[in-house]
DNA sequence: TTGCTCCTCACGTCACGTGAGGTGGC
DNA sequence: TTGCTCCTCACGTCACGTGAGGTGGC
């Protein structure tokens, strides 16, 4: 058996921050004796100790690390949760990247506002990617006029990428269009739903297309038209965070017979909480093996079942949004968002907030 | 002007976020109402505001934060801060991926133990190097019997380096060295002082050596001669996090000329904080010019003067083992460590915690 | 006996988020 | 007048670190 400090020596982690991992539960010692209330560590206990302070030395929350050794006898658990982390890693590496070129930009146009007026970040590309871009995101702008951010879309240039990403709190569209050629500094802005309605009334044709954005004007010229705006002020929230999910449930499924199927599937009237309006909720469920039923099943055995409540009409637009043929859903929990992805486009997908079901 | 929900939606900063950055000095309303206590913020404050809203989601630490916009003028200095943040990020991944498939052999030896232990990691590198990388560390080991995890070198392997790292908590050394061929998996095990020793008496000479690490016992093969012993048990500390400084003074000297000025120079003796011990400390200072002097100089003007305190010896210790030549030194303030470089050698390297002068 | 190790409990840190309870302006 | 926005102040969160004040074991 190991004191504390012993136990802190072999493992790495300190005297202060064992004592809080007993308090957590995380690591509790062998045998605490009940006199002095001294901790006694057994070797068996050295590994896990060593596991955590390698867990925390690379960010993993306690809640996880908790997982971790909840299931340490199973290694696909145990390898999931950890490339789970390692993704998130990943991500706010990438996403600093952007934002700190972002950093850098505003502090340029701060330093020279008038070269930068001039010089208008420009993106060619072809009219029916844009088109197809703008399609797939176009039905999750916000008409809620108290959120007149949200009225638009995000507009992302950096590198050699195209991103549009509207959302309504309620669902979440992204989507990337392949670029032919990118002029000037990466730069985001929102666009009114407006001029995104006539910019893709412009798109309807063979050849190129023209975006350009210089901070306050936004314009889309195609086939010699053109269609101009001012871009909204306000920043649009953050959605990256909203996308840092590792999916375990994902279910393909045919579009043409899941929107048949939700059409005709019974609904449950539901009263949404933010807003109080009433919508019409469909219930899926997915059960052990993975198979998703539209409405609930006959069998009441909810054991291994995961119910979800989607709102009806805002998943069939996700769905047409998506195209034809198969797409895959991603389904974690009642309460986690339900992802609709084309299979083999990582980059262009919409997220859909479930609905609680009492 | 703006009231503070205004502000928030322009910049992306929640509400609570911007209250708390008035009260922390970060963004100060350009106007507090004195009656209503309602904060006005100046439209010249959403660019600030934006910029913390950025910083803050790549994970800048607010005083780091308060730099930049102190420093909103100075393009190149806001520049440094940015890259030593994204520095610091990049760093954290690459130390996550290490941390995370040394998890990764953690848990597939506690499964597997058998196999782990008759398959040991195997590097194959050339005598000489290694006899080169124990002489660059061998200096920094620590002889305080209180402290028995710092009587040893730690040595990593992963992927196709191997790093060998030893501190006394007064100095620590870092050196690399390039390995021809590893089999197994990544590990870290700390090897004692005299099993090192014993060790780097087999490698003189010309030709290949073997390092064998199996978790309990290390060896080491060369020549036909072998050297063999039991790694230490205890952790050893996360060395890593004290490396994380970027810095700005940066000094080339040399060796040769520097070793003399210091056997020659004035020193002050010192008593060590940490444990009475008492030391000769050589004072070192760098003019505005980046100009290195050994000694207090005559010049009483400390204006842009930078004065750090050294131990004499573990200076002298860190420029032997550094070679003849050029080094570079780093030199960041009183209180920060002091950093000994080979020019082009990025991977070797020593560092030396300054004495406070009174 | 000295000096180290251990204990609990309270409070601090960092960057906010979340109410409670109350006021101000259209 | 209603409903939103704003205010302050206190407390919570996360994962510990840091004393204060006191005990235990070689």
Redesign the pocket.
């Known amino acids: 058996m190991?004191?504390?400090?012993?136990?802190?020596r072999a493992s790495g982690?300190?005297?202060?921050?064992?004592?809080?991992?007993?308090g957590?539960g995380?690591l509790v010692?062998a045998f605490?004796?009940p006199?002095?209330?001294?901790?006694w560590y057994g070797p068996e206990q050295v590994q896990p100790a060593q596991l955590?302070a390698g867990l925390?030395r690379v960010g993993?929350?306690?809640?996880?690390?908790a997982l971790v050794l909840r299931h340490r006898s199973d290694a696909a658990a145990v390898r999931r949760l950890l490339d789970i982390h390692l993704r998130r890693l990943e991500d706010g590496l990438a996403d600093a990247r952007r934002e700190l070129s972002r950093v850098h930009a505003l502090l340029d146009h701060e330093e020279n506002p008038m070269t930068f007026a001039r010089n208008p970040t420009r993106v060619t590309l072809v009219g029916a990617d844009l088109a197809a871009a703008v399609d797939c995101v176009r039905f999750a702008v916000s008409i809620d006029p108290?959120l007149p951010m949200l009225g638009g879309v995000l507009i992302e240039v950096e590198d050699a990428v195209l991103r549009l990403i509207a959302t309504d709190r309620y669902r979440l569209a992204v989507a990337e269009a392949r670029v032919g050629y990118v002029a000037g500094p990466p730069v985001t802005a929102v666009a009114p739903a407006d001029l995104l309605d006539r910019a893709r009334a412009l798109l309807d044709g063979d050849g190129e297309a023209t975006l350009a954005i210089d901070g306050a004007g936004i314009s889309v010229e195609a086939y010699g038209r053109r269609a101009h705006g001012q871009a909204l002020e306000n920043q649009f929230p953050d959605y990256r965070r909203l996308l840092r999910t590792g999916s375990r449930q994902q279910v393909t499924v045919n579009v043409a017979s899941l929107r048949e199927a939700l059409a005709a599937g019974p609904t449950r009237s539901v009263v949404r909480e933010q807003d109080g309006v009433r919508c019409d909720v469909t219930v899926l469920t997915v059960d052990a093996d993975g198979e998703l039923t539209v409405g609930t099943p006959d069998t009441r055995d909810a054991g291994d079942q995961l119910r979800i409540g989607v709102n009806r009409e805002f998943f069939l637009e996700a769905l047409v949004a998506s195209g034809h043929g198969q797409l895959v859903l991603e389904l974690d929990g009642p309460i986690t968002p339900l992802a609709v992805r084309i299979p083999g486009n990582t980059q262009t997908f919409s997220i859909l907030m479930p609905t609680v079901l009492s």
């Open positions: 190991r004191t504390i400090g012993q136990m802190a982690l300190s005297v202060s921050a064992l004592r809080f991992y007993d957590a995380i010692p605490v004796d006199e002095t209330g001294y901790r955590v925390r993993m929350p306690l809640a996880e690390i108290e």
